[in-house]
């Protein structure tokens, strides 16, 4: 069997050295691709579950997606603490076979005529609850399997695995829906969850944990908010990204809506639309490790961050008809360009600057701080939404990204990243990390 996928890849044309030729490194990328493409599934047919068959309003909307990321809030940081102490790939394992349970009771309380917003609300911050712990634990376990050196180019593969489920996925989606309904098309996903995890139980790795004798709990979590506040790269990092996830879900509680009852959108012609999203992100994880090496790691999250306002303002100012259809499109497309490049960029700089003791910390700590501003964002995308209109809500997304990359981009901590930093450099002066980046 490994010659028979070894042949392949030379016929695909890989390089000798590539990432996906380590056969650990390419069963974590099956894994992604196949619970990406679950993902697809739910991103639809759980707010189309609420828009079209519940009939929610966009403060309803924007409720939604509060509870998606209010455990983030209220969990990361004791996530952290308690990942520096397990093993993580058995929490990323366990992780998406309970998103796979908590999937699949919305077509059970369908099935059973129970399903109401408050139900979809609750499964919203299962979901999210899980996310905080697992998610941070999988971030994790890719710098178990990855150099260092290589996270860029890791995390820009694992982009890709995304964009590929993203370009069929949505597609999929929407005649799944179509035919089954939004609630039963959510069995899919639970099913693909439940494969990702099947296949990552073949992943073995070698994790060391601390004595439990030298750990304390609150001790740990002070440590771990410590550190990154001692950080001026992963503070600036954190307000900038956090910024932008505020105008992400802004926007997010509304392109459903906008796309349903404004353009007039059928689910599947959404499903269909939503497309975009994977040529955007395909695009952008071919050829985004060659952007942030030519512009640099920070400058790269700029761009990315100025390239979805763009599309949020754009859908804003489009008009009814074709071109709000196009424009539409053209949205999702920058989006998924502009989330690649500043993801890729971010994923690899938090992870190059930290020791791996503080992985886990750090990564629940960062989720932490760039999602306090999510929930906020999907409150006020609802309110704007509901009370001013649609495209006020999409144009306030807009108008303050651009800002925050105006902002950004004057920052010289962040402007100034022109190469990955070292570990050892930024341990001794971060300053000094950034400086010798500048002179490569």
Same mark, same amino acid.
């Given at each position: 069997m490994r010659? !028979?996928?070894?042949?392949?890849l030379k016929l695909c044309g890989l390089p000798h050295n590539d990432l996906l030729r380590d056969r650990i490194y390419r069963r974590l990328w099956t894994s992604i691709l196949i619970s990406s493409f679950g993902a697809q599934i739910t991103i639809l047919a759980l707010p189309l579950t609420a828009a079209v068959m519940l009939n929610a309003t966009a403060s309803q909307m924007g409720i939604l997606t509060f509870m998606e990321t209010l455990p983030f809030v209220l969990l990361s940081l004791p996530a952290g603490v308690w990942l520096d102490r397990v093993?993580?790939? $058995?929490?990323?394992?366990?992780?998406? *076979?309970m998103i796979a349970l908590a999937v699949i009771s919305v077509p059970i309380a369908w099935y059973f005529d129970v399903i109401n917003m408050t139900w979809l609300y609750v499964v919203g911050f299962m979901i999210g609850a899980i996310n905080t712990t697992a998610g941070s634990a999988a971030q994790i376990v890719l710098t178990q399997i990855v150099p260092r050196e290589r996270?860029?180019?890791?995390?820009?593969?694992?982009a890709l695995a995304t964009s590929g489920a993203e370009v069929s996925g949505p597609a999929a989606a929407g005649v799944l829906i179509k035919l089954l309904s939004a609630p039963l098309a959510l069995m899919a996903d639970a099913i693909l969850l439940l494969t990702s995890a099947l296949i990552l139980r073949g992943i073995h790795i070698t994790e060391h944990r601390p004595e439990k004798a030298d750990s304390h709990f609150w001790r740990d979590l002070k440590e771990g908010v410590r550190f990154v506040m001692n950080k001026p790269l992963l503070v600036g990092l954190a307000c900038t990204v956090g910024m932008w996830q505020l105008c992400y879900n802004a926007a997010l509680v509304v392109q459903i809506l906008f796309a349903t009852r404004l353009l007039g959108l059928s689910e599947q012609a959404v499903g269909l639309s939503y497309m975009a999203i994977g040529v955007g992100s395909v695009a952008a994880s071919i050829y985004g490790h060659r952007i942030s090496r030519w512009l640099g790691p920070g400058p790269c999250m700029v761009a990315g961050i100025a390239v979805c306002g763009l599309g949020w303002g754009g859908l804003a100012l489009a008009p009814a008809g074709w071109i709000g259809i196009a424009a539409f499109g053209a949205m999702l497309m920058a989006f998924a360009v502009g989330g690649v490049l500043i993801f890729i960029n971010f994923l690899a700089l938090r992870q190059a600057v930290t020791p791996e003791p !503080?992985?886990?910390? !750090? *990564?629940? *700590? !960062?989720?932490?701080?760039?999602l306090i501003p999510a929930g906020p964002g999907a409150l006020i995308g609802g309110w704007l939404g509901e009370h001013l209109g649609l495209r006020v809500a999409?144009?306030?997304?807009?108008?303050?990204?651009?800002?925050?990359?105006?902002?950004?981009?004057?920052? $010289?901590?962040?402007?100034?990243?022109?190469h990955l930093p070292t570990l050892t450099a930024h341990a001794d002066n971060p300053e000094l990390a950034t400086a010798e980046g500048k002179s490569k």
């Amino acid at each position: 069997m490994r010659i !028979m996928i070894n042949y392949f890849l030379k016929l695909c044309g890989l390089p000798h050295n590539d990432l996906l030729r380590d056969r650990i490194y390419r069963r974590l990328w099956t894994s992604i691709l196949i619970s990406s493409f679950g993902a697809q599934i739910t991103i639809l047919a759980l707010p189309l579950t609420a828009a079209v068959m519940l009939n929610a309003t966009a403060s309803q909307m924007g409720i939604l997606t509060f509870m998606e990321t209010l455990p983030f809030v209220l969990l990361s940081l004791p996530a952290g603490v308690w990942l520096d102490r397990v093993r993580k790939l $058995p929490v990323y394992i366990a992780g998406e *076979t309970m998103i796979a349970l908590a999937v699949i009771s919305v077509p059970i309380a369908w099935y059973f005529d129970v399903i109401n917003m408050t139900w979809l609300y609750v499964v919203g911050f299962m979901i999210g609850a899980i996310n905080t712990t697992a998610g941070s634990a999988a971030q994790i376990v890719l710098t178990q399997i990855v150099p260092r050196e290589r996270l860029v180019e890791a995390h820009a593969k694992n982009a890709l695995a995304t964009s590929g489920a993203e370009v069929s996925g949505p597609a999929a989606a929407g005649v799944l829906i179509k035919l089954l309904s939004a609630p039963l098309a959510l069995m899919a996903d639970a099913i693909l969850l439940l494969t990702s995890a099947l296949i990552l139980r073949g992943i073995h790795i070698t994790e060391h944990r601390p004595e439990k004798a030298d750990s304390h709990f609150w001790r740990d979590l002070k440590e771990g908010v410590r550190f990154v506040m001692n950080k001026p790269l992963l503070v600036g990092l954190a307000c900038t990204v956090g910024m932008w996830q505020l105008c992400y879900n802004a926007a997010l509680v509304v392109q459903i809506l906008f796309a349903t009852r404004l353009l007039g959108l059928s689910e599947q012609a959404v499903g269909l639309s939503y497309m975009a999203i994977g040529v955007g992100s395909v695009a952008a994880s071919i050829y985004g490790h060659r952007i942030s090496r030519w512009l640099g790691p920070g400058p790269c999250m700029v761009a990315g961050i100025a390239v979805c306002g763009l599309g949020w303002g754009g859908l804003a100012l489009a008009p009814a008809g074709w071109i709000g259809i196009a424009a539409f499109g053209a949205m999702l497309m920058a989006f998924a360009v502009g989330g690649v490049l500043i993801f890729i960029n971010f994923l690899a700089l938090r992870q190059a600057v930290t020791p791996e003791p !503080m992985l886990g910390r !750090m *990564t629940s *700590t !960062m989720r932490w701080l760039i999602l306090i501003p999510a929930g906020p964002g999907a409150l006020i995308g609802g309110w704007l939404g509901e009370h001013l209109g649609l495209r006020v809500a999409l144009g306030f997304a807009g108008f303050v990204a651009l800002g925050v990359a105006l902002i950004a981009w004057r920052h $010289p901590l962040i402007r100034g990243i022109k190469h990955l930093p070292t570990l050892t450099a930024h341990a001794d002066n971060p300053e000094l990390a950034t400086a010798e980046g500048k002179s490569k």
